[in-house]
């Protein structure tokens, strides 16, 4: 297994100017823009100015980070910039932006580059009647960063599709495959996630020829689908249906929709241990009366709904309401948007609201799902 190495985020960075890092990457291709504002490149659009790297070639995002890397300077990817929450003080490295596009299909599967578009390859691949990718329709962002946090909805997470990945491995700068199996994948995790360990440059997915979707796990969907759980579906009628429940989500980016000025699902659905679970219980009880508790089965205890606890504890959607520049969707209070004005101050100190009213109410401590750069939520 790969093993995971601190984010830049928390190591020790050498501030470069720009003519410093032209220089240094001279020889790498990649086109260095002064004082972009991670805003510009994020779905929350908030985080302040850094030096940005585009690389639009795998050869140039290799030698790019490399440099960086051998130079001591902190370096932060970014691509579709859908699961990052960065400091209104910017990043004091370099983005290195994953512009890579390419991708290539073949008769049960396709592989592609880390910044290529990751619904544009879901449409393409249900264009071409592979199956396997249908329920991860309309997830924002590039193909590269679906394994860093195991990317997942409706009943389907990445790691089961994926025969390899490709990657640079920081800590020795050489270039493999890697099976998935060495990437520790979990509910929402992986071991690339919170890690320096390194880029992924390209995923190699296996897909089924038959036309058909994977087989049916989530209720809602089936439903939707007048399909029982475990059936299959052509795989064009599940893209549209799952494009249909997330749009009525909030969950496709739509720039004129501030309920989709965000980064998806802000927390992780909690996971609660055998042995706290009846405690879990009893508060929940205590402020709801006897009430028919959303429960999953996890591993090492039961997964509870975020959004169900949420909404639960008092926070409506909308909340705070109309004058706080950070609110809950109006959709769905798993996400957390800004509304045009909101920097990353106001999405910490809502997070912080909701987290600790979930945990004064509940007991149960929410996690934030997007990866938080220069923030503590
Ligand atoms: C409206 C909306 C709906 C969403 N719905 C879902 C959903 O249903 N399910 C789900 O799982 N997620 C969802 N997300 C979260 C997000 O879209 C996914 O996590 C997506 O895979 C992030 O891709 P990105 O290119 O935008 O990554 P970025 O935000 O650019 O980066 C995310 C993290 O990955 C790292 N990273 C990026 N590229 C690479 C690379 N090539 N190699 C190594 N590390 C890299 C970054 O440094 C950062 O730590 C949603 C987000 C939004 C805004």
């Not at 990043?91 to 512009?99: E, I, K, P, S, T």
């Not at 494009?243 to 980064?263: E, F, I, N």
């Not at 009880?285 to 006897?290: K, M, V």
């Amino acid at each position: 297994m790969l093993d995971t190495v601190p984010s830049s985020d928390v190591r020790t960075t050498r501030t470069v100017s720009p003519d410093q890092l032209r220089d240094l990457l001279a020889e790498t291709g990649a086109v260095v823009h002064d004082s972009v504002r991670l805003s510009e490149l994020t779905t929350l659009r908030v985080g302040g100015p850094a030096l940005v790297a585009e690389c639009g070639s795998t050869e140039t995002l290799v030698a790019t980070v490399r440099a960086l890397d051998a130079a001591g300077i902190a370096v932060l990817l970014v691509a579709g910039g859908s699961n990052l929450l960065v400091d209104d003080a910017g990043f004091d490295g370099v983005v290195v932006r994953v512009a890579t596009t390419g991708v290539e299909f073949g008769a049960d599967g396709v592989t592609a580059e880390a910044g290529a578009n990751w619904d544009e390859l879901v449409a393409a691949t249900v264009g071409q009647g592979l199956g396997g990718l249908e329920c991860l329709s309309g997830i924002p962002g590039s193909v590269g960063a679906t394994p860093v946090q195991n990317v997942g909805a409706y009943g389907v997470e990445v790691e089961s599709l994926l025969r390899r990945v490709r990657l640079l491995d920081r800590a020795t700068g050489a270039v493999r495959w890697a099976a998935p199996a060495e990437l520790g994948f979990g509910y929402r995790t992986s071991v690339l996630k919170h890690s320096d360990a390194a880029v992924v440059l390209a995923v190699e997915l296996g897909l089924d020829p038959s036309g058909m979707s994977a087989p049916l796990r989530y209720g809602e969907l089936a439903r939707v689908l007048g399909a029982e759980a475990g059936d299959r579906r052509p795989v064009a009628r599940v893209r549209e249906e799952v494009l249909r429940l997330r749009a009525g989500k909030g969950m496709v980016l739509d720039a004129a929709d501030h309920d989709t000025w965000s980064a998806g699902s802000f927390f992780t659905n909690p996971v609660v241990t055998d042995d706290r679970l009846p405690q879990v219980m009893a508060a929940i009880t205590a402020h709801l009366g006897e009430v028919n508790v959303p429960t999953y089965p996890a591993p090492e205890g039961a997964k509870l709904s975020a959004g169900w606890l949420i909404e639960r504890a008092g926070f409506a959607k909308g909340f705070p309401g109309e004058q706080s520049p950070a609110r809950l969707s109006t959709k769905h209070t798993l996400a957390l948007t800004n509304r045009g004005a909101a920097n990353a101050a106001d999405i910490v100190a809502l997070a912080r609201t909701v987290r600790d009213g979930v945990y004064e109410r509940f007991g149960v401590l929410l996690e934030p799902e997007p990866v938080t750069v220069g923030v503590n939520v």
